[in-house]
């Protein structure tokens, strides 16, 4: 099960510290997919914003295989909602969304992400060579613990405090 659909799960079961853990994931998602269709930044937030309101609110969150899937519908359904809304204020405003995309958005998206990289690498230096060589083995090669434990002759507690201890100092740097 992946992490965010167990994340997902623990919201659905009533832990709401998910639902934060959730928009913090998945907020730039939203934001680089709202930005494409609504310019007005205010308008953006709120709509990303309003999903997770109505999460919170909800008895019963539905389930669900894909998250980022169902909040990126969930924001086109808001996008929809609110276009609708402006265009009976207005009259002028389309039904459909005008998606915007330009070969400047792919470049300001591959900088965005050669920044994030660059901040991940530097955060990574900051930590112990072998908290960064679990944190490898586990993530880049995607090693079960055993073997990981196997290979580094530690034992299963150690492997995963250490990795614990490192996604810790990583987050705090980055």
């Given at each position: 099960m992946s992490e965010d659909i167990a994340l997902w799960e623990s919201f659905r079961q009533g832990d709401r510290s998910a639902l934060?853990?959730?928009?913090?994931?998945?907020?730039?998602?939203?934001?680089?997919?709202?930005?494409?269709?609504?310019?007005?930044?205010?308008?953006?937030?709120?709509?990303?914003?309003?999903?997770?309101?109505?999460?919170?609110e909800r008895k019963t969150p539905p389930p669900v295989t894909s998250i980022q899937s169902y909040l990126l519908g969930a924001l086109r359904n808001k996008i929809l909602a609110h276009f609708r809304e402006k265009r009976k204020r207005s009259g002028v405003v389309p039904l459909e969304i005008d998606f915007q995309l330009s070969a400047e958005d792919f470049i300001v998206e591959r900088e965005e992400e050669r920044e994030r990289i660059e901040r991940l690498l530097k955060s990574v230096e900051q930590i112990p060579p072998r908290q960064r060589e679990i944190l490898y083995l586990r993530y880049y090669c995607r090693l079960e613990y055993a073997d990981i434990c196997q290979m580094m002759g530690i034992t299963y507690q150690v492997a995963r405090n250490q990795l614990s201890l490192a996604l810790a100092s990583v987050r705090r740097s980055y």
């Open positions: 934060a853990d959730l928009f913090c994931a998945h907020y730039d998602m939203l934001e680089r997919y709202g930005r494409k269709v609504v310019p007005e930044e205010n308008a953006r937030q709120d709509l990303i914003h309003d999903i997770f309101i109505d999460l919170w």
